[in-house]
């Protein structure tokens, strides 16, 4: 039996990796940064690591608190770089693993161990103690892993002694997050402080305004300012330090130098005034400065929370346990214990631990976390299942074919951590504003001094002045405003379903004006099913029933079309004898007493059948690009079934998208022309073409991004491999599973065609949102620093305005977590 013009989908694609993907001797960690107040704290880290040596190049993300490092593992290594970030003023998270090693018989032994273990990429320190037969290591937060180091002590020779993995990783989670929330509940605590200190000395303030004669004596004011000014603020003179130190500026030496103006002015005043310095101090202004800034980064870490949800939901869905079957025994073991090759039992309810194939068992599971799909998917024998999918009712046998770090979610959550430490190119020139910001601010406080004095001649309205200045201006809502738009806008689109691999594939996506679509696979099905049948004899079921019992005896894939169409209308199919296959033409067995033939036209006349009643009807499917396949029943012709790869449900909707969002759409087929016009004329692209080859793909794509289009390509064949690395931004479809995963610039989890507009819709929205931000965080300090210097703004009005600054532009980015694709039917 021929296939015409049927094509049998190929094996997955594995794009080439785009340009500027890290190559070479080159080693990448990532890893938490503390101590950074703001993007100037940011800007001035990432010029430190640029310049030690043996660093190609060095992100510091300030929303996310994270550093990116791509370093020559030969010039320099981890304990070094964290070295040069504390050298730097700032602190390195890294966690604590403890574990017994056996097998070591002396000192050597131990020295040799500890040296193999400091060899890891991530640790910073590790000590192996002989007697106790016991080893511990610090390492970088998110860069060691303990799996990591148990290899490096198999590698050395001995046995590393460990509980399980999953155990040992489940308590750093549960430590990393208790921290977390302790640190909340501390500056929580320290801010209720500040504002219980403060409020006495701002409800004078106020009276004072509204004409009550209510005033605190000197000395009591000294007393609540204070504790607030060098207790509470001491974090904002350590920071300065730093940052001046290192020759640079930042948010808190503002802070520091506008509120201890303040103070150091109204301690002035209540040494030579006495009690008549009541009703003239400005400890309010400091303290107030101080509770507000506090309340502004506790509102902001609150809010910087959120928009890394997406992360920590994909993070929670890895299940602790699992059920394996071991010796005809159901043994519950920790996940990481779980090999390639166990079979594993999900119970009703349960979430699935690892990825794998149904051996045994039929339900239905919730993928929607995983993959976006919102409707539940049914799994039987030989399907795959992803783990963190959650099983319906049924129970299930799988058979685990990936676990820990090569499971589909552990490359998700990989994959959307990759995007969101990104950094975009509109951030680099943020950045460069960043290192030039704060020592603007304080010429511009030192300008608004002077001119007021020469002015006013008043001290007290210049330094209030000047004062105001140094607090209004803030470089944390210019830092903030690109990576927390990227970071949620990323986490919205993966639990759409829409992976984006870093942050060029999202800056070139939204810029997209052209998408060029392979055919099979893509916007169809990619796998020949029947489309039409037209009887001449008997009835249709009775047609397609000899027909399928038939096909029981070959694999050929327009076979299992026929198999899969009986299965489909319930048909009982019966036994096959003396079944026979005729390469190119068709195949032919005995069914019921019945010598059974099917195939196409050459096939009918070898075997003396006369198939002019159905010439007319073959003709019409045969220029709509269809297979037709002729069906005999002792030398009767009993009918014809057309046979093509069906286009998916969802493909036109998906083009009508592209088209409403202004894009224009083309589809190129290795197909017949017939078929990729009749395709075309189904889902609505505006320009198809058939019978292309795989570097005739890669040849359209080139020239179209020569003539200025920013080109989309979206496929799933090994044959789509040149156009995909052509293409501004290559897309996999439905390839979650695989390699494409790691190298596509954009991998959708599920094939659906409508998903492709939906990437653009979420990549247009999150630059639009970096733009939102990037004008409110500038206009605001345009419009901020001149009132302020003008007198117009008190510091206690200043502050709570830059307090809000940063908050107002993390909320904004926050707004993305409601976007949804727009999946029209």
Same mark, same amino acid.
């Given at each position: 039996?021929?296939?015409?013009?049927?094509?049998?989908?190929?094996?997955?694609?594995?794009?080439?990796?785009?340009?500027?993907?890290?190559?070479?001797?080159?080693?990448?960690?990532? =890893?938490?940064?503390?101590? *950074? /107040? #703001?993007?100037? !704290?940011?800007?001035? %880290? +990432?010029? &430190? $690591?640029?310049?030690?040596? @043996?660093?190609?190049?060095?992100?510091?993300?300030?929303?996310?608190?994270?550093?990116?490092?791509?370093?020559?593992?030969?010039?320099?290594?981890?304990?070094?770089?964290?070295?040069?970030?504390?050298?730097?003023?700032?602190?390195?998270?890294?966690?604590?693993?403890? =574990?017994?090693?056996?097998? *070591? /018989? #002396?000192?050597? !032994?131990?020295?040799? %161990? +500890?040296? &193999? $273990?400091?060899?890891?990429? @991530?640790?910073?320190?590790?000590?192996?103690?002989?007697?106790?037969?016991?080893?511990?290591?610090?390492?970088?937060?998110?860069?060691?892993?303990?799996?990591?180091?148990?290899?490096?002590?198999?590698?050395?020779?001995?046995?590393?002694?460990?509980?399980?993995?999953?155990?040992?990783?489940?308590?750093?989670?549960?430590?990393?997050?208790?921290?977390?929330?302790?640190?909340?509940?501390?500056?929580?605590?320290?801010?209720?402080?500040?504002?219980?200190?403060?409020?006495?000395?701002?409800?004078?303030?106020?009276?004072?305004?509204?004409?009550?004669?209510?005033?605190?004596?000197?000395?009591?004011?000294?007393?609540?300012?204070?504790?607030?000014?060098?207790?509470?603020?001491?974090?904002?003179?350590?920071?300065?330090?730093?940052?001046?130190?290192?020759?640079?500026?930042?948010?808190?030496?503002?802070?520091?130098?506008?509120?201890?103006?303040?103070?150091?002015?109204?301690?002035?005043?209540?040494?030579?005034?006495?009690?008549?310095?009541?009703?003239?101090?400005?400890?309010?202004?400091?303290?107030?400065?101080?509770?507000?800034?506090?309340?502004?980064?506790?509102?902001?870490?609150?809010?910087?929370?959120?928009?890394?949800?997406?992360?920590?939901?994909?993070?929670?869905?890895?299940?602790?346990?699992?059920?394996?079957?071991?010796?005809?025994?159901?043994?519950?073991?920790?996940?990481?214990?779980?090999?390639?090759?166990?079979?594993?039992?999900?119970?009703?309810?349960?979430?699935?631990?690892?990825?794998?194939?149904?051996?045994?068992?039929?339900?239905?599971?919730?993928?929607?976390?995983?993959?976006?799909?919102?409707?539940?998917?049914?799994?039987?024998?030989?399907?795959?299942?992803?783990?963190?999918?959650?099983?319906?009712?049924?129970?299930?046998?799988?058979?685990?074919?990936?676990?820990?770090?090569?499971?589909?979610?552990?490359?998700?959550?990989?994959?959307?951590?990759?995007?969101?430490?990104?950094?975009?190119?509109?951030?680099?020139?943020?950045?460069?504003?960043?290192?030039?910001?704060?020592?603007?601010?304080?010429?511009?406080?030192?300008?608004?001094?002077?001119?007021?004095?020469?002015?006013?001649?008043?001290?007290?309205?210049?330094?209030?002045?000047?004062?105001?200045?140094?607090?209004?201006?803030?470089?944390?809502?210019?830092?903030?405003?690109t990576p927390t738009a990227i970071v949620t806008g990323t986490g919205s689109a993966a639990r759409a379903g829409i992976l984006i691999k870093d942050i060029a594939a999202l800056e070139r996506a939204h810029r997209l004006d052209t998408i060029i679509f392979d055919k099979t696979g893509t916007l169809t099905e990619g796998h020949p099913a029947i489309v039409e049948t037209h009887v001449l004899?008997?009835?249709?079921?009775?047609?397609?029933?000899?027909?399928?019992?038939?096909?029981?005896?070959?694999?050929?894939?327009?076979?299992?079309?026929?198999?899969?169409?009986?299965?489909?209308?319930?048909?009982?199919?019966?036994?096959?004898?003396?079944?026979?296959?005729?390469?190119?033409?068709?195949?032919?067995?005995?069914?019921?007493?019945?010598?059974?033939?099917?195939?196409?036209?050459?096939?009918?006349?070898?075997?003396?059948?006369?198939?002019?009643?159905?010439?007319?009807?073959?003709?019409?499917?045969?220029?709509?690009?269809?297979?037709?396949?002729?069906?005999?029943?002792?030398?009767?012709?009993?009918?014809?079934?057309?046979?093509?790869?069906?286009?998916?449900?969802?493909?036109?909707?998906?083009?009508?998208?592209?088209?409403?969002?202004?894009?224009?759409?083309?589809?190129?087929?290795?197909?017949?022309?017939?078929?990729?016009?009749?395709?075309?004329?189904?889902?609505?692209?505006?320009?198809?073409?058939?019978?292309?080859?795989?570097?005739?793909?890669?040849?359209?794509?080139?020239?179209?991004?020569?003539?200025?289009?920013?080109?989309?390509?979206?496929?799933?064949?090994?044959?789509?491999?040149?156009?995909?690395?052509?293409?501004?931004?290559?897309?996999?479809?439905?390839?979650?599973?695989?390699?494409?995963?790691?190298?596509?610039?954009?991998?959708?989890?599920?094939?659906?065609?409508?998903?492709?507009?939906?990437?653009?819709?979420?990549?247009?929205?999150?630059?639009?949102?970096?733009?939102?931000?990037?004008?409110?965080?500038?206009?605001?300090?345009?419009?901020?620093?001149?009132?302020?210097?003008?007198?117009?703004?008190?510091?206690?009005?200043?502050?709570?305005?830059?307090?809000?600054?940063?908050?107002?532009?993390?909320?904004?980015?926050?707004?993305?977590?409601?976007?949804?694709?727009?999946?029209?039917?």
């Amino acid at each position: 039996m021929t296939t015409m013009d049927i094509a049998v989908p190929e094996d997955i694609a594995v794009p080439e990796a785009q340009s500027g993907d890290a190559a070479g001797p080159f080693e990448h960690i990532d =890893f938490p940064v503390t101590g *950074m /107040t #703001c993007n100037a !704290c940011a800007a001035r %880290l +990432e010029k &430190a $690591l640029s310049r030690q040596e @043996g660093i190609k190049e060095a992100h510091v993300n300030f929303a996310l608190e994270r550093a990116d490092i791509d370093f020559d593992p030969s010039s320099t290594d981890a304990p070094s770089i964290a070295q040069a970030v504390q050298n730097a003023g700032f602190g390195v998270a890294d966690r604590s693993f403890s =574990f017994g090693v056996e097998g *070591m /018989t #002396c000192a050597a !032994c131990s020295g040799r %161990l +500890e040296k &193999a $273990l400091k060899a890891v990429p @991530g640790v910073t320190e590790a000590s192996v103690n002989l007697v106790l037969e016991r080893a511990d290591v610090n390492g970088l937060v998110g860069v060691v892993t303990l799996d990591d180091l148990v290899q490096a002590v198999d590698r050395a020779g001995y046995t590393a002694r460990i509980a399980s993995e999953s155990e040992e990783q489940a308590r750093s989670d549960e430590q990393f997050q208790a921290k977390e929330k302790a640190r909340l509940r501390r500056e929580l605590w320290i801010l209720l402080t500040s504002a219980a200190l403060t409020a006495p000395l701002v409800i004078q303030m106020v009276a004072m305004n509204l004409g009550f004669d209510f005033h605190l004596q000197p000395a009591m004011e000294v007393l609540l300012a204070t504790p607030v000014q060098f207790v509470i603020g001491l974090r904002f003179y350590k920071s300065a330090y730093k940052a001046l130190a290192a020759r640079s500026g930042n948010m808190d030496v503002l802070v520091a130098m506008g509120t201890s103006a303040a103070y150091f002015y109204s301690i002035y005043l209540t040494v030579i005034l006495g009690e008549a310095a009541q009703g003239q101090l400005y400890f309010e202004a400091s303290a107030v400065i101080i509770t507000l800034v506090l309340f502004g980064k506790y509102l902001e870490a609150r809010a910087k929370r959120g928009t890394t949800a997406a992360i920590r939901s994909l993070m929670d869905l890895r299940p602790e346990t699992a059920r394996v079957l071991k010796n005809g025994k159901e043994v519950e073991l920790p996940v990481s214990d779980v090999l390639k090759g166990d079979l594993v039992i999900i119970r009703p309810g349960e979430r699935v631990p690892v990825d794998g194939t149904v051996k045994e068992g039929q339900s239905e599971l919730d993928e929607s976390l995983i993959t976006g799909e919102s409707l539940p998917v049914v799994k039987e024998p030989g399907t795959k299942v992803t783990g963190g999918s959650i099983n319906g009712t049924g129970l299930l046998k799988v058979e685990a074919t990936a676990v820990g770090k090569d499971s589909t979610l552990s490359k998700i959550i990989r994959l959307v951590e990759n995007a969101q430490t990104g950094k975009a190119p509109v951030q680099r020139l943020v950045d460069r504003i960043s290192e030039v910001f704060v020592p603007v601010v304080i010429g511009i406080a030192v300008l608004t001094f002077i001119v007021w004095m020469v002015v006013s001649g008043d001290f007290e309205i210049s330094l209030i002045a000047a004062v105001s200045v140094l607090v209004i201006a803030c470089p944390c809502a210019l830092g903030l405003a690109t990576p927390t738009a990227i970071v949620t806008g990323t986490g919205s689109a993966a639990r759409a379903g829409i992976l984006i691999k870093d942050i060029a594939a999202l800056e070139r996506a939204h810029r997209l004006d052209t998408i060029i679509f392979d055919k099979t696979g893509t916007l169809t099905e990619g796998h020949p099913a029947i489309v039409e049948t037209h009887v001449l004899k008997g009835q249709s079921s009775d047609m397609l029933r000899l027909a399928a019992s038939v096909q029981q005896g070959s694999e050929h894939p327009l076979a299992k079309a026929f198999v899969d169409r009986a299965a489909d209308d319930s048909l009982d199919l019966s036994p096959i004898t003396e079944f026979r296959s005729f390469t190119g033409l068709g195949v032919a067995g005995v069914v019921d007493g019945m010598d059974v033939a099917l195939g196409n036209r050459a096939f009918m006349a070898e075997r003396h059948i006369d198939t002019a009643p159905g010439e007319t009807i073959a003709a019409k499917w045969e220029g709509e690009g269809k297979t037709a396949i002729w069906i005999v029943a002792n030398s009767e012709l009993k009918g014809l079934a057309a046979l093509a790869d069906p286009v998916r449900p969802e493909a036109a909707a998906g083009i009508q998208e592209l088209k409403r969002l202004g894009i224009k759409t083309l589809m190129l087929t290795g197909d017949a022309e017939a078929v990729a016009q009749s395709v075309a004329r189904e889902v609505g692209v505006d320009v198809a073409k058939g019978q292309v080859r795989p570097e005739d793909k890669a040849r359209e794509v080139t020239e179209l991004v020569a003539q200025g289009h920013a080109v989309g390509m979206i496929g799933d064949g090994i044959n789509d491999a040149p156009a995909l690395a052509a293409a501004d931004v290559s897309i996999a479809m439905g390839t979650g599973t695989d390699i494409a995963m790691e190298t596509a610039g954009i991998t959708l989890m599920r094939s659906d065609p409508r998903l492709v507009a939906a990437a653009i819709s979420v990549s247009r929205a999150t630059w639009n949102k970096i733009w939102q931000n990037l004008f409110w965080a500038f206009i605001y300090n345009v419009i901020g620093i001149p009132l302020a210097a003008l007198g117009m703004l008190t510091p206690a009005i200043a502050a709570a305005a830059m307090a809000m600054s940063s908050v107002s532009v993390v909320s904004n980015s926050l707004l993305l977590r409601r976007w949804k694709p727009k999946l029209i039917d």
